[in-house]
């Protein structure tokens, strides 16, 4: 079983729709959570980035962290076609080698 | 701020060959790394270096060396490359080890 599981999609929805994107985890010390967004033959560029349990909200863009069901998510509101990328979840003890990155899903929002 | 830069961004090797790639930070950043990225595999570490001087193996270290040159840079070196290891190779710094990490545009290697 792998540290991080990501569904890997692909994910279309039209333009405006709200978007949910998921990762599990099995390791309890992970305790930073990130997500990144990767447009194509791009690097991948830091979106959110949380402490531990709890909310965070940036514009359409909100993350949430569940450390008791080890589950983290991230959702968009109002989708745009700029938006089409693929999404990485990662996450980390705090040590400079155990940062783990989930395979990442490909999402296409079609206007 | 360039960020993170990386070079060179393609490149095309027979098997047995060597080469190295580059990367540079502006960011001051303390802590540098080296990830691949191949398909349905997400971002592997391959090397780090919490510190200017220092350089640990990560993940999937087998086949590839690493240089801390200064706070700036950091080389990834492929002594006899080999078809396995064709994948796009990601540098990312962090400025301690548990934030985020900021990465450049990758270099696309191919090996034949």
Redesign the interface.
């Given at each position: 079983q792998k540290e991080v599981e990501q569904d890997p999609g692909p994910l279309s929805v039209p333009e405006g729709a709200i978007v949910s994107l998921n990762c599990t985890y099995s390791n309890s010390a992970f305790q930073y959570f990130m997500w990144y967004r990767q447009y194509s033959r791009k690097g991948p560029e830091l979106l959110m980035y949380t402490y531990s349990s709890g909310n965070k909200e940036d514009g359409r863009f909100t993350a949430q962290v569940d450390k008791s069901s080890k589950y983290i998510s991230l959702f968009i509101r109002d989708s745009q076609p700029s938006d089409s990328a693929t999404y990485l979840c990662a996450m980390s003890a705090g040590n400079n080698n155990d940062m783990r990155f989930g395979a990442g899903t490909r999402l296409t929002v079609k206007p | 701020n360039a960020g993170?830069t990386q070079t060179p961004k393609f490149q095309v090797l027979k098997t047995g060959q060597s080469m190295t790639l580059q990367c540079a930070q502006d960011m001051n950043h303390n802590?540098m790394?080296w990830y691949r990225q191949d398909p349905?595999?997400?971002?592997?570490?391959i090397y780090?270096s919490?510190s200017e001087g220092t350089t640990?193996k990560?993940?999937v270290p087998n086949g590839y060396n690493v240089s801390r040159l200064n706070k700036r840079e950091f080389s990834l070196r492929l002594e006899s490359a080999a078809p396995s290891q064709t994948s796009v190779y990601?540098c990312a710094s962090s400025e301690f080890?548990?934030?985020?990490?900021?990465?450049?545009?990758?270099t696309?290697l191919t090996v034949t």
């Open positions: - | 993170v802590s790394y349905g595999m997400g971002l592997r570490l780090y919490a640990d990560g993940e990601f080890p548990g934030s985020s990490r900021y990465f450049g545009p990758g696309r």
